[in-house]
Nanobody
Framework: QVQLVESGGGLVQPGGSLRLSCKAS????????IGWFRQVPGKEREAVSC????????RYADSVKGRFTISRDIAKNMVYLQMNNLRPEDAAVYYC????????????????????WGQGTQVAVFS
């Protein structure tokens, strides 16, 4: 029923930009808090950016502040992550995730985490 599908990953040079998209189905993106998370093999999952349900308050990891922007298009039922000035340490598999009840998905990290997850899209930053 609830589906999240990420797209937009790819290979970029340091300093380049990518725009990730998360297509939601089975729910409205303004009714759920939604976050972008990333994971590298051997490392724990990291919250990158979140947008809260209803009014759309945004949250960012310190490492991406000023470089990444999360947004949503309610009409298209999409959430985006604009990533600028990419660094090698940004390379990871990026996932979007959503939860119908929790407001904050990034700070603090809830336990348990978001209920629904996408399949991920890979971002590589060639150094």
């Amino acid at each position: 029923q609830v589906q999240l599908v990420e797209s937009g990953g790819g290979l970029v040079q340091p300093g380049g930009s990518l725009r990730l998209s998360c297509k939601a189905s089975g729910f409205k993106v303004d009714y759920y808090s939604i976050g972008w998370f990333r994971q590298v093999p051997g490392k724990e999952r990291e919250a990158v950016s979140c947008i809260n349900k209803s009014y759309g308050d945004t949250r960012y990891a310190d490492s991406v502040k000023g470089r990444f922007t999360i947004s949503r298009d309610i009409a298209k039922n999409m959430v985006y992550l604009q990533m600028n000035n990419l660094r090698p340490e940004d390379a990871a598999v990026y996932y979007c995730a959503a939860d119908p009840l929790l407001y904050e998905l990034c700070t603090p990290l809830p336990d348990p985490g978001p209920k629904y997850w996408g399949q991920g899209t890979q971002v590589a930053v060639f150094s």
